[in-house]
């Protein structure tokens, strides 16, 4: 019997707020459901992350996307308070692209108040921003593994923007055989190279102006040929009257433990903080040299 709803109601986009009306996977046709998590405020770095969905997933999967402002990830109140949170706009966003599917839920509706349960990964996220952002890695594999269970993805695609986070959540996935594929996909810049974060709306213009000099010094310390030149000649590039680094490192690409020479493939990152605005970005040292 052929379905007889119009097309345009076929094609509307489904907005799931309650976690117990995410709509199950079909079984025969729509066998694939490529989730994006993210915390909203969307720009062209999560679009293209949609968009990568949307051609993983073909013409008969699932495209479906997170917005959820995860409060157990976040180290600071005032960072919590002041993320933005366009949501309409973002509803938007998704419907260009074809998104099938946007869960966001409320955080009552998805902590139990007397929850004891959480994942803690307790390598790979000892360094970096889980070196500064004490329990961050904790709330981020936390919440994914949870919208894991709620939505069912067959895979779920990260930014390589968020390098060290994309690392764990692979690392989870291997570790406690969670039936997702992780995609990574590129960082996607602005044009002259800051790395686009929703947290770039905040910074005021003497700050915008001054925060590509991140991505410049990533890039010119990464020709020099020790691992104390690369961090030194980093280290000087970045610094400004404006900036404060948070942590400025040189890992190995792997583990993500600082390397004491070049025989592997590296990891130059960074957080800087603008006022209370703190921004990563990172830069990979290929090929091996030694
Ligand atoms: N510039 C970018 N290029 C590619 N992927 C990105 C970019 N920015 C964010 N992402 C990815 O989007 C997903 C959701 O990230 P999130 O919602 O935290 O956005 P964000 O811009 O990183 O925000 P912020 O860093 O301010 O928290 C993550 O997988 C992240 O790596
Ligand atoms: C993966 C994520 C959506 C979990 O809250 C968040 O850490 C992010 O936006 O990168
Ligand atoms: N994309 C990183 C999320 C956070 O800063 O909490």
Known sequence: MPDASPPEILAAMRIVVDPAAIPALPALQQSSRILVPTMGALHEGHLELIRRARTLAG??????????????????????????????????KCRAEGVDLVFTPEASSIFHPDRSTAVLESSLSKTLCGATRPGHFDGV?????????????????????????????????????????????????????????????????????????????????????????????????????????????LVDAETLQPVEDLSCPTLLATAVFYGDVRLIDNHSIRPCRN
Not at 174 to 202: F, K, Q
């Open 59 to 92: 013409p008969n999967g699932e495209v479906a996307v997170s917005i959820f402002v995860n409060p157990i990830q976040f180290d600071r109140p005032d960072d919590l308070a002041a993320y933005p949170r366009p949501l309409e706009q973002d509803l938007e």
């Open 141 to 249: 594999c936390t919440i994914v593994l949870k919208l894991f269970n709620l939505l069912q993805p067959t895979a779920a695609v990260f930014g390589e923007k968020d390098y060290q986070q994309l690392a764990i959540i692979r690392r989870m996935v291997r570790d406690l055989n969670v039936p997702v594929e992780i995609i990574a996909a590129p960082t996607v810049r602005e044009s002259d190279g800051l790395a686009m974060s929703s947290r770039n709306t905040r910074l005021n213009p003497t700050q915008r102006a001054d925060a590509p000099r991140i991505r410049q010094a990533l890039l010119s310390a990464s020709k020099e040929s020790s691992p104390e030149a690369i961090l030194a000649t980093a280290r000087a590039a970045i610094e400004s009257s404006e900036n404060r680094i948070d942590y400025l490192e």
